[in-house]
């Protein structure tokens, strides 16, 4: 193996790691238990050279956008989260998802990301490459893989049509993230404190405010009451 070129692919979620490694070795792969989930090798070609391969997964986002630890405290006005530093945390640190990475990236020369192809799956990818680039091989290469299902001719066709991570893509999310956070962090806490505040009898702890559910809730409100039947009133 220290001979030959060692490919390791990442998909987003264990079955399709299996799936892939099972169409590109023709179901000759083995399989074996890394730290966080398996990993089927199997040996082939690559750009025309001789390789192994090593495929495994993450379980969809290995970060989660959080707070400091001093912003975390309810006391502080709300309006203060809109500008409050965030950082990235291990989303479940437990599963040990970034140790798996960096322990297979070890000796790999180059990673090809199988995540889904939507702006969360590139956004993926750049978490993945955090924890795999600097474990790498000196020279080594990322590629991304573009496909629309997994079936043997959609694999195929991506292996032959590597494309780069798009950085842009990856960076919206980390907006939209950030943005979800700060306003449904700030949201909840002033709507929380108000009504309780207002209503002491009120049955709930936490009145959960959705940056995309609320906003929605409130258009379906307005149109209920524009197009509900109005009482006719009484005559006199």
């Known amino acids: 193996m220290s001979n030959r070129n060692v490919v390791m692919m990442v998909g987003e979620k264990p079955s399709i790691a299996l799936s892939i490694a099972q169409i590109l070795s023709n179901g000759t792969h083995k399989t074996r238990r890394g730290i966080a989930g398996p990993v089927h090798e199997f040996s082939g070609h690559f750009q025309n050279r001789s390789c192994f391969y090593k495929v495994t997964s993450v379980i969809g986002h290995v970060y989660k956008a959080d707070f400091l630890p001093e912003f975390q405290n309810w006391s502080i006005d ?8 965030i950082l990235k945390l291990e989303r479940e640190k437990k599963k040990k998802v970034c ?9 790999v020369d180059t990673l090809v990301l199988w995540l889904d192809c939507d702006r969360e799956g590139e956004n993926i990818c750049f978490e993945v490459i955090q924890n795999t680039q600097r474990w790498m091989n000196r020279g080594s290469r990322i590629y991304r893989a573009k496909f629309s299902a997994i079936t043997a001719p959609d694999i195929t066709r991506a292996m032959k049509n590597l494309v780069s991570p798009n950085k842009n893509e990856s960076d919206s999310v980390d907006a939209r993230q950030e943005i979800d956070l700060k306003v449904g962090a700030a ?5 929380t404190r108000y009504f309780h505040e207002k209503y002491a009898n009120l049955d709930s702890r936490l009145i959960s405010y959705g940056p995309c559910q609320i906003p929605t809730l409130g258009f379906c409100v307005q149109r209920w009451l524009l197009i509900k039947p109005k009482k006719k009133k009484k005559k006199k």
């Not at 709300?78 to 530093?85: E, G, I, R, Y």
């Not at 949201?187 to 709507?191: G, I, L, P």
């Open 78 to 85: 709300p309006s203060v989260l809109f500008s409050a530093p």
């Open 99 to 107: 140790k798996h990475l960096q322990q297979e990236a070890h000796g």
């Open 187 to 191: 949201f909840t806490r002033f709507q």
